[in-house]
């Protein structure tokens, strides 16, 4: 009988310690909702977060430290700093990222954290701290600074355009003006990607016009100047839409350049199972379609998109009107996937040259490898 009250209340703690569990509201702070943190198995109200500025006071100087006290609770939580992208047409100055991750100390901290060696961003600017941490609505604090021109940064002005969002396959350039003072070269940089060949867009004292390609996905539009002052980077942040799997098409944007206008073209050569197909604007193929014509002109663009699972696709650049030289690049996208560029390489369409520009091997509907080919054939290349 005693052991059968003993198996008795073992098992009945074993139901208990079953129900516990299963009543539980939480295990770990993901579980809960917004602003609620896990402790002891219930969503509990989580500790408030905020941030306070320390130091500097106005004004900075060319360098600053910014002194801020974070107040989270949790096991750690993370600071992130940016500077504001500033409004389209505005003179480019750097860009500002920065990120720090701090421990926590118990149910609740306040700790003092500096970001240090930032530069003046001219004479009236602003910088964005949020903190993250468990549990917490985000905190977003923006402090605003005077300090020095931007010129002063950058050695000299330049103008980017367009904004924060673009659709890449609208506009498919971003276009640099202005002046510097010295030699400048720019280049764009996808997160998740190679950065564009880079391109002096000046090269001495005297205005800057030039274009750059644009991707899909989240990418920074960077120029560096070289003068007396030494090298200096700004940038602009631009999100490329749209962003998204676009069916699985392999998209191409041409993009060429020369010092009359010319008239080129895309033309793709699509190898399936022994058997070739062309894709350009007078494409009766199904699987191809012209997102925009090309037109006559200094700067001359096209897009292209081909639906395929398997081939090897060979991109072109044909003359149409002869004149030379001509300087062109090819960026090549993939189900909405920035893959890479071909070239910049220049060719002379007035003496029949066509640019054959890279290839594209497709596997199950991914790209197998893309490789650049940069040759040069008299007529049609296909």
Known sequence: MLVSHRLQALAGAAVAARLTTACAECVVDTDCPLVQ??????????????????APADPVGATFDLVVDASFGGPRATLRLRRDNGQPGEPCIP???????????GDHTTTRVTFGGLPSLGAAFALQVTLESAGAVPVERTYAFTGAAPGDEVGGAVILTPGDDVD???????????????????????ASAAPSPRRVIADGAGPVAAPLPLMRGPQVVWVETESSRGVRRCGRAVQGLPAGDDGGALDLVMVATAPEPAWVGLTLRASVGGTEAVCNDASADDRCSVGRPSAPGRLVTEQLSLRLDDGVVDVGVLPRIAVGPVQGLVRVTHAGRHVGFFGPFTFLPDEGQSWIAGRVVLSGGVVASASSLDQTTFGAPW
């Open 37 to 54: 943190v896990c402790g002891g198995g219930a969503c509990v109200p989580a500790p408030v977060a905020d941030l306070e500025r320390v």
């Open 168 to 190: 890449v396959d609208v506009t498919p350039l971003v276009t640099l003006t202005g002046s510097v003072e010295g030699r400048a070269v720019a280049f764009v940089a996808p």
């Open 95 to 105: 860009l500002l990222e920065r990120v720090v991750v701090v421990e926590g100390t």
